[in-house]
Structures are given as C-alpha cells and as structure tokens.
C-alpha cells in the first residue's frame, strides 16, 4: 500500500505561483509513475503532468511552459511548479501513483491507478 499527502494548495491572484507537493509513504517500488489531475466543478478530472522513474514526463497542452513536474526520489516526493497561474487553473488537484507503469499511461489514465491523494485546493482569482 501506498499513501499520498499532497500539500501547497491555496488561492493566488491572476498571473500567481503556487508549488504543490506529493509524498509518498508505504511500499517502495523500483519502477513506478506519479503524477497530478485535476477537477474543476461540473467537469470531469483531467490529467495536468505526469513523470515516471525513468524520467519521462508529460504535459497537458493547457499548462506546457507554465507548469513543472519533478520529483525527488530521496524523498519521495513529486512537485508541481505552477506559474503564471490563469483562473481556469482553479480545481481541486489530486497526486496519482502507480507501480510499474509510465508517465503518459498514468497521464492518459490508461493503466488502473491504485493510489490517490485526498487532493488540494487550488482557486485563482481574476
């Protein structure tokens, strides 16, 4: 089992930064993908960025140049760099992980996902 904490959510103004963070705790794995979706009210959740042990990482096209994915493997932990934050950016985000799988296949949810976070809330004010 694996259990994700994510933390950094807040409200910004229009053009703002935020970092969000995800760590992971429980089992370990070699080989492994994390990543962040998000949720907007009335929509359905949407993948934001996605990395995976071996480096890979994917973007949605709505956050290329303004949103950055990493992650530090002594801790554990993922980030999402956001910058230039745009009010169609507020939703709740979610960290997602998995073992054994690549970045665009979380990305594309296209292997189940096991783990969750209980999510962040992120608003952006015009």
């Known amino acids: 089992q694996v259990q994700l904490v994510e933390t950094g959510g807040g409200s910004v103004q229009s053009g703002g930064s935020l970092r969000l963070s995800c760590a992971a705790s429980?089992?370990?794995?070699?080989?492994?993908?994390m990543g962040w979706f998000r949720q907007a009210p009335g929509k359905e959740r949407e993948g934001v960025a996605a990395?995976?042990?071996?480096?890979?990482?994917t973007y949605a096209d709505s956050v290329k140049g303004r949103f950055t994915i990493s992650q530090d493997n002594a801790k554990r932990t993922v980030y999402l760099s956001m910058n230039s934050l745009k009010p169609e950016d507020t939703a709740m985000y979610y960290c997602?992980?998995?073992?054994?799988?690549?970045?665009?296949?979380?990305?594309?949810?296209?292997?189940?996902?096991?783990?969750w976070g209980q999510g962040t809330q992120v608003t952006v004010s015009s």
């Open positions: 997602a992980a998995d073992a054994g799988c690549s970045a665009s296949a979380l990305f594309g949810l296209l292997v189940p996902i096991n783990y």
């Open positions: 429980g089992a370990t794995y070699i080989s492994f993908c």
């Open positions: 990395i995976d042990s071996d480096g890979r990482i």
